[in-house]
Each structure stands twice: as structure tokens, then as C-alpha cells.
């Protein structure tokens, strides 16, 4: 075991302290109980919208000081990772005043609003050299990682096939209140949750060379506020079909879809090959199915995760008793400490996360004007 009291105080400066703030928290707090790290994460400061926000939400979150004020704490000796938790709006000049005063940033997904933002926010850090991570932390998944295992070693063979989805029924209501999620900077359900099943789809087959999507708005108005009687004109997706076209040639489909009743956490994918398959649900996270044999003998078994599937023996030395949310996020504040310390890609960064960003931005265009669209930045 390493030492922690002899290892490299890593300061973390938080800014926001909604659901992800919390969730950042937690990984912060928990990482060093659970992995061997270069680095000792200490809750230095906290920022949030006012004074006494952000003394309550350090006060409850554990960090030692705080401020209303996100460039006070960017701007502190004591703050060498920046996490960035605030509405995707603010991403960019956050990220971009931490990439100017050499912070690590850790950026909530999707990385910015647009991909124009996007890019510049890549470029200011690789220019910089300051290391970045984006929170797609769903690809934390040992399970996930046991499927890339197996669609790269040629297990299943020559891929054929990608059909992914990410289905939630957050939004299912049509009085659900307008909210930054409607707002046209919030990207709609493509973007929201769209954007986590275009990062698995690219970690596990490669990158998106072209999409033919259909962009549709279920509920063009929504109720202003929570039991508003104003209703406000809604201007994004509920729910997006694509085609796509992977750029080594395989095809496949995604769909993002925020009013899928019934549906609490469908964030799956099947990838069919030549000699068999991987499938897999957010909704029984533990588990990965994959299609092997043939004649009688031919179907899909079930592989539950377990410690010999890392880094789930952190958490657990017995197969079966099941990783949670939470742990995804811990899993990558250890790769982002490592990263930070000793240097390298933590991965996804914003260079992962922009193309991820031209992919929504590829279907949003091709909704609009009813054709295929070339993803852009393939050659970058």
C-alpha cells in the first residue's frame, strides 16, 4: 500500500454543488480509501452561486473553505484541480481561466455548448499541457472494459453491427417544467444523454464518420416553472433516431430518448460480429452478455463483474455484490489523481469529449436538413 501522508497533496477546488457537485464530492472524499494513489485529494475550496451556498454546501460536502466567487477559487495557490460542475453555459470561460492559471480541469459532460466552444477549449489546453478529463463516467464500467476487451481481441470477429440507446423517462411528462435541459443551450435529449451513448459507441467500435438522424420534439411547449401556468415554446429533442457509419465502415444506430415511459436508465448497446456478440444494459450494470458457440450449444451468457474484472476488487473482494454510480465516478477521480501527478491522457479529455460534441452537432444538422452529414474533425 502506498503511504498517503508521503504522497503529493493534490488540492481540489469544486465549483457547484448540485447532484454531479455531490457526486464529485463523494469520489473525492471516497478515492483514497479505495485506491493507491500518487497524490492525496484534499477538499480545499468550494464555490456556488452565493455566500451562503456555497459556506452551507462546504459545510456539508467537507471542503475547508469556500466562495462565492468560481474565479476567487481558480485563482487560489491551494486549488490544483478545477472541477467544473456548473451549467454547461459556464463551462467554458470556467475551464478556460483554470487552462490559463495551469490547472488540472474536470469538466462535467457535454464539455460546452456548442462545438465551436468545444474546440476552443481543447486547443487552449493542449496548448497549455494542462491535463483534462470529461465526465462520461458510465465508461468506467469494468464491464465495459471487458466488452472493448473483447470486440479489439477479435473474439467476436469482424465487427457487423452497433445499436445503442439511452433511454430515460425524466422527461416523459409533458408538464415536466422548462428547464436548462430545454433550453436550446442545453442541446436536448442528443446532447444530454445522447452524448453518453456516442462516447461508448466511439470507446468501443471507433470513431463516427458520418449520421443520418431525425430529431423530434415531442412536447413543443412546457409549463415555464414547477405548476407554472405560463408555457414556454421548447425548441430541442425529446427524442433523436440516427443512423450512423462508423470510420472503419461498420454501420449501426443510436437513439436518445428522454420521454421513453418506463424506462429509468436504458443506456445499451449490441455489437454483433461474425463469430458472436456483446450486449449490455446500464440497467443490470453488473452484467455483460456475450454470444458464443454454435448449433445447439450457440447463445449468450451471462459474465457478472467481479474482482477479476478491474478495478472491482477495490470495492468488493467478492464477485456478485454489485458496483453502483457512485463508484464509476470514484474509478475516475482515481485516473484523473494518477493522471494529474504523474502526467499523461486521462481519458475521455477534451479532445475525446469535442468530438463527441461534432457528433451531436453532425446529427442536429442532419435532422435540420434532412440528408447524411459528414462528422467533421475525423483527421484531427
Known amino acids: 500500500m502506498v503511504d498517503i501522508s508521503q504522497s503529493v497533496r493534490v488540492g481540489i477546488g469544486l465549483i457547484g454543488t448540485g447532484f454531479m457537485g455531490r457526486c464529485h464530492a463523494n469520489a473525492f472524499g471516497s478515492v483514497a480509501g479505495l485506491f493507491d494513489l500518487p497524490g492525496e485529494p484534499v477538499k480545499a475550496m468550494l464555490a456556488d452561486v452565493t455566500e451562503a451556498a456555497a459556506e452551507a454546501g462546504a459545510a456539508a460536502l467537507g471542503f475547508e473553505r469556500w466562495t462565492a466567487d468560481w474565479q476567487a477559487l481558480i485563482d487560489d495557490a491551494a486549488v490544483d484541480i478545477v472541477a467544473i460542475t456548473a451549467p454547461n453555459v459556464l463551462h467554458e470561460p470556467m475551464a478556460m481561466a483554470a487552462i490559463a492559471a495551469g490547472k488540472t480541469v474536470y469538466c462535467e459532460k457535454p464539455l460546452s455548448t456548442t462545438a465551436a466552444s468545444a474546440l476552443r477549449m481543447m486547443e487552449a489546453a493542449e496548448a497549455a499541457g494542462v491535463v483534462t478529463s ?17 470486440v479489439t481481441s477479435g473474439e467476436i470477429g469482424e465487427i457487423t453491427g452497433f445499436r445503442g440507446r439511452h433511454a430515460e423517462n425524466y422527461m416523459a411528462d409533458p408538464a415536466a417544467p422548462h428547464s436548462f435541459r430545454t433550453d436550446p443551450q442545453g442541446g436536448g435529449a442528443v446532447a444530454d444523454i445522447g452524448s453518453h451513448i456516442i462516447a461508448m459507441a466511439r470507446y468501443l467500435v471507433g470513431p463516427i464518420a458520418e449520421v443520418s438522424a431525425d430529431c423530434v420534439t415531442l412536447y413543443p411547449e412546457r409549463p415555464a416553472g414547477p405548476g407554472a401556468e405560463e408555457m414556454r415554446r421548447v425548441e430541442v429533442d425529446d427524442m433523436t433516431h440516427a443512423l450512423i457509419r462508423f470510420a472503419g465502415g461498420v454501420g449501426g444506430s443510436i437513439e436518445a430518448n428522454w420521454a421513453a415511459t418506463g424506462r429509468t436508465m436504458d443506456l445499451s448497446f449490441e455489437i454483433t460480429g461474425t463469430k458472436g456478440a456483446v450486449a449490455f444494459t446500464q440497467e443490470r450494470m453488473n452484467e455483460l452478455l456475450l454470444y458464443a ?10 459474465i457478472e463483474a467481479g474482482p477479476s474484472h478491474p478495478p472491482y476488487g477495490r ?21 484523473l489523481i494518477g493522471s494529474h501527478v504523474e502526467g499523461g491522457r486521462c481519458m475521455p479529455d477534451f479532445r475525446e469529449a469535442l468530438a463527441v460534441q461534432e457528433t451531436v452537432e453532425a446529427m442536429q444538422t442532419s435532422s435540420q436538413e434532412r440528408c447524411w452529414v459528414t462528422v467533421p474533425g475525423l483527421g484531427r
Open 134 to 150: 470529461v465526465g462520461f463516467n458510465f465508461l468506467r464500467n469494468p464491464m465495459i472494459a471487458l466488452a472493448r476487451e473483447i
Open 293 to 302: 458457440g454454435s448449433g445447439a450449444r450457440a447463445g449468450y451468457r451471462r
Open 315 to 335: 470495492f468488493c473482494p467478492a464477485p456478485g455484490h454489485h458496483l453502483g454510480f457512485n463508484d464509476l465516478k470514484v474509478i475516475e477521480v482515481a485516473d
